[in-house]
């Protein structure tokens, strides 16, 4: 069987999951998918050696940076330090293997090593969304969309953190071997077979732990129990005892975000759910949350960048 080589940049401090992710996906040899080739996984590190891993364990790396050179896609699961520099080593064979013609890849913070070799100047690029910020304001001229899974350019690809390396790896499955053969895979790692890189990540705001006796814990046990129909800031202000001024002042302090837009949140919350559990028409799922039929798909395509059938068809239970 041929091979198509992987070349993963390790360094230290590195976060085990991406790492992991990555070798899951492409170092398990799969001679039960009948292909004609796969995948030849190298990881390797500017300092060959014993590498320190987030949670106080080493991994032992046995190549140096020379392995890009050969590699036919190069996967950077993140960088030590986003506030810090990408040392030159690791940006010269990150520019030759680009230059070459080889795949780039990034997981989570790895953007940043790419964004610094200067392979997404002028292109939307992704990374964990908390990261989002400081990699636009670092490099401006990467277009930073802090809202989606992946982005894939072809010759480069991005995605954001953690999980959303999973759906990048299969993504490149698909696009080596095929939709069945992605599907496959993902089902020996128990995992969805694809979500679109356009998915919106998963960056929620902070609600509050308010006491059970807190006014505004109050008012907000109200609004989930009667999603199913209309609310207002004035209904709400008297269950928590409180003019509206108060209420609202008092509200975003404990939740992040306006009333309004937090019932809009847990409607949809509550309606995804309800299209992963149940087989219910979406225009009674809609109902069933308090939005009419356009608006629920209006907020949930805000909110989850995806529609809700296509939401159903990838998380139905």
């Not at 991406?18 to 796969?38: C, I, K, M, N, Q």
């Amino acid at each position: 069987m041929a091979h198509h080589r992987i070349a993963c940049l390790a360094f230290d401090g590195m976060a085990p999951f991406e790492l992991a992710t990555v070798a899951e996906v492409f170092a398990v040899s799969r001679p039960e998918l009948d292909v004609g080739w796969w995948y030849r996984f190298e990881l390797c590190a500017e300092a060959p050696g014993p590498h320190r891993v987030v949670g106080g364990f080493d991994i032992v790396v046995h190549h140096g940076l020379d392995r890009l050179r050969h590699a036919d896609t190069v996967i950077v699961p993140g960088v030590p330090d986003v506030r810090r520099d990408v040392s030159p080593p690791v940006l010269a064979s990150l520019r030759d293997a680009s230059a070459r013609g080889a795949r780039m890849v990034s997981i989570c913070s790895g953007a940043f090593a790419l964004a610094a070799a200067g392979l997404l100047d002028g292109k939307e690029a992704t990374t964990h969304w908390r990261h989002a910020p400081l990699l636009q304001e670092r490099h401006p001229e990467v277009k930073v969309n802090a809202s989606v899974l992946y982005v894939d350019h072809g010759s480069v690809i991005t995605a954001a953190g953690t999980a959303a390396g999973i759906d990048a790896c299969l993504h490149l499955v698909r696009k080596d071997h095929g939709a069945d053969i992605a599907a496959r895979v993902a089902r020996r790692m128990v995992v969805a077979a694809h979500r679109e890189g356009g998915q919106a990540q998963f960056a929620e705001h902070p609600v509050g732990r308010a006491p059970s006796d807190d006014p505004i814990g109050r008012a907000m046990r109200y609004a989930l129990d009667h999603l199913h129909r209309r609310l207002t800031v004035d209904e709400l202000a008297v269950v928590a005892h409180l003019s509206v001024r108060q209420f609202e002042r008092r509200f975003v302090e404990a939740a992040g975000l306006p009333p309004g837009r937090w019932i809009t949140d847990q409607r949809i919350r509550a309606g995804a759910v309800l299209l992963e559990s149940t087989d219910q028409p979406i225009d009674t799922v809609a109902g069933r949350v308090g939005l009419t039929v356009a608006g629920f798909r209006h907020h949930f395509r805000e909110t989850m960048s995806i529609s809700p059938s296509t939401y159903r068809r990838q998380f139905q239970r």
